[in-house]
């Protein structure tokens, strides 16, 4: 004691507190990395990930993130997302199924290519499908002739939905409804509607998926409140990135001060150094659900708990 006291100079405490200091650094490290996180939506068919999807995939992991759905969202995308399953056994997993921006190229034979597709035990959900009113790619009318046929496969293979809705809540429900007897389970990925709609959408038993969206969102009655109010209970929530779209902003000024001191410089490094606007990765998932417990006023690692868990028991993984 003594001796260590001596060569450590005359200025022993200054030492101790640095040594400390970096300790729990350390400790704080070892918790943030211990984070075991599901990417539940990812579209890393997207060519923008064609150059170096093994330094992506292995980003997300040293960032915690242990499994990634890769998005299915036309024919041929499923069937490459598939393939990426092969690549990384254990880590990716797929779905398949259109999306209603190309609902437009639905053919006689596109229900049996996905059903095939969804007969490996890779695929695990049908999807990407659903409604976009906001965008209309393709005829509404299409879009939901298009949607219902992949509800009614969900329900003939037993395999989660995975769905997309933006300004089409009411016949969203109107249709959902109609195989409320035999749908098997679902979630609303990407969130980004009222309070009501997600009452409404908990209320038929569905799942709710955020992204990093919530950085945006500036309504009064949008995901913010609805996390603050505490309206999706945490056995319902599920966290995606949607990668490379809908990257967290988290320096932007709409983001009050305390959700920003909820983010851990851990994950804020891979935020900052990996993501952007023109692509966003799975690496920024912890960021999303740090800012998600934050605004939820939970700890963040009781939310990623929940998250990975319903992950777990909706898609089936090992
Ligand atoms: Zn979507």
Same mark, same amino acid.
């Given at each position: 004691?003594?001796?260590?006291?001596?060569?450590?100079?005359?200025?022993?405490?200054?030492?101790? +507190?640095?040594?400390?200091?970096?300790?729990?650094?350390?400790? @704080?490290?070892?918790?943030?990395?211990?984070?075991?996180?599901? +990417?539940?939506?990812?579209?890393?068919?997207?060519?923008?990930?064609?150059?170096?999807?093994?330094?992506?995939?292995?980003?997300?992991?040293?960032?915690?993130?242990?499994?990634?759905?890769?998005?299915?969202?036309?024919?041929? &995308?499923?069937?490459?997302?598939l393939?990426?399953?092969?690549?990384?056994?254990?880590?990716?997993?797929?779905?398949a199924?259109?999306?209603?921006?190309?609902?437009? *190229?639905? *053919?006689?034979? &596109?229900?049996d290519t996905i059903k095939e597709l969804a007969s490996n035990p890779e695929c695990?959900?049908?999807?990407?499908?659903?409604?976009?009113?906001?965008?209309?790619?393709?005829?509404?009318?299409?879009?939901?002739?298009?949607?219902? /046929?992949?509800?009614?496969?969900?329900?003939e293979v037993g395999k989660?939905?995975?769905?997309? @809705?933006?300004?089409?809540?009411?016949?969203?429900?109107?249709?959902?409804?109609?195989?409320? +007897?035999?749908?098997?389970?679902?979630?609303?990925? &990407?969130?980004?509607?009222?309070?009501?709609?997600?009452?409404?959408?908990?209320?038929?038993?569905?799942?709710?998926?955020?992204?990093?969206?919530?950085? /945006?969102?500036?309504?009064?009655?949008?995901?913010?409140?609805?996390?603050?109010?505490?309206?999706?209970?945490?056995?319902?929530?599920?966290? @995606? *990135?949607?990668?490379?779209?809908? =990257?967290?902003?988290?320096?932007?000024?709409?983001?009050?001060?305390?959700?920003?001191?909820?983010?851990?410089?851990?994950?804020?490094?891979?935020?900052?150094? =990996?993501?952007?606007?023109?692509?966003?990765?799975?690496?920024?998932?912890?960021?999303?659900?740090?800012?998600?417990?934050? =605004?939820?006023?939970?700890?963040?690692?009781?939310?990623?708990?929940?998250?990975?868990?319903?992950?777990?028991?909706?898609?089936?993984?090992?």
């Amino acid at each position: 004691m003594a001796d260590s006291k001596t060569k450590s100079g005359n200025n022993p405490v200054k030492i101790a +507190d640095n040594i400390s200091e970096l300790k729990i650094k350390q400790i @704080e490290d070892e918790v943030a990395s211990s984070y075991l996180l599901v +990417d539940i939506g990812a579209n890393l068919t997207n060519s923008k990930y064609s150059r170096d999807l093994d330094s992506v995939v292995e980003r997300a992991k040293d960032a915690g993130v242990k499994k990634i759905m890769v998005t299915g969202a036309s024919v041929q &995308c499923s069937k490459e997302a598939l393939r990426l399953t092969r690549l990384y056994p254990g880590m990716l997993y797929s779905s398949a199924g259109i999306h209603p921006h190309d609902a437009k *190229t639905w *053919t006689d034979d &596109c229900y049996d290519t996905i059903k095939e597709l969804a007969s490996n035990p890779e695929c695990v959900a049908i999807g990407e499908c659903g409604l976009d009113f906001n965008r209309n790619f393709s005829p509404q009318d299409v879009q939901m002739e298009v949607f219902e /046929k992949q509800v009614q496969l969900a329900c003939e293979v037993g395999k989660p939905l995975f769905l997309h @809705e933006r300004d089409a809540h009411d016949d969203m429900v109107r249709i959902l409804g109609k195989f409320k +007897d035999r749908m098997p389970p679902a979630v609303l990925h &990407c969130f980004t509607g009222t309070s009501a709609q997600a009452l409404k959408y908990l209320e038929m038993g569905l799942y709710i998926g955020l992204t990093g969206f919530l950085w /945006k969102d500036k309504s009064d009655d949008g995901v913010r409140s609805i996390l603050e109010k505490g309206l999706i209970p945490l056995d319902r929530l599920l966290i @995606e *990135t949607d990668a490379p779209f809908m =990257y967290p902003n988290v320096r932007g000024s709409k983001i009050p001060a305390n959700i920003k001191q909820a983010l851990s410089d851990r994950s804020l490094s891979f935020l900052n150094r =990996y993501c952007t606007f023109q692509r966003n990765e799975p690496c920024a998932l912890p960021v999303i659900v740090e800012m998600i417990a934050a =605004y939820m006023k939970r700890p963040v690692e009781e939310v990623a708990m929940a998250t990975t868990i319903n992950a777990i028991k909706l898609f089936g993984f090992s």
